[in-house]
Nanobody
Framework: QVQLVESGGGLVQPGGSLRLSCAAS????????MSWHRQAPGKERELLAR????????IYADSVKGRFTISRDNAKNTVYLQMNSLKPEDTAVYYCNAWMSRWPSEYDYWGQGTQVTVSS
């Protein structure tokens, strides 16, 4: 049974930091690209950051570049999102995603999300 379980969300003041974790199970984590997304009320889900299966390449959305860092530990089947200099507009539900393509199939899994609220 595939599971992605996010944790680490909560309430933080503007300028503060949070570290999100996503623990994976039920699939071969080290073969999947991992990513973090978020969805604010009334808005579409937004890709924030992606990391390749071995962790060698990362990409970031312009909205978080320089403030957020994605990383992974394949020995622990976990992906992280370090979030610094948080702003009120970062308030959203944050989701992790696992994706792998092995022709002719694609495998795409989502976690249940964790709420991040940035407010004074």
């Amino acid at each position: 049974q595939v599971q992605l379980v996010e944790s680490g969300g909560g309430l933080v003041q503007p300028g503060g930091s949070l570290r999100l974790s996503c623990a994976a199970s039920g699939f071969t984590f080290s073969t999947y690209a991992m990513s973090w997304h978020r969805q604010a009320p009334g808005k579409e889900r937004e890709l924030l950051a992606r990391i390749t299966s071995a962790g060698g390449t990362t990409i970031y959305a312009d909205s978080v570049k320089g403030r957020f860092t994605i990383s992974r530990d394949n020995a622990k089947n976990t992906v992280y999102l370090q979030m610094n200099s948080l702003k009120p507009e970062d308030t959203a539900v944050y989701y992790c995603n696992a994706w792998m393509s092995r022709w002719p199939s694609e495998y795409d899994y989502w976690g249940q999300g964790t709420q991040v609220t940035v407010s004074s």
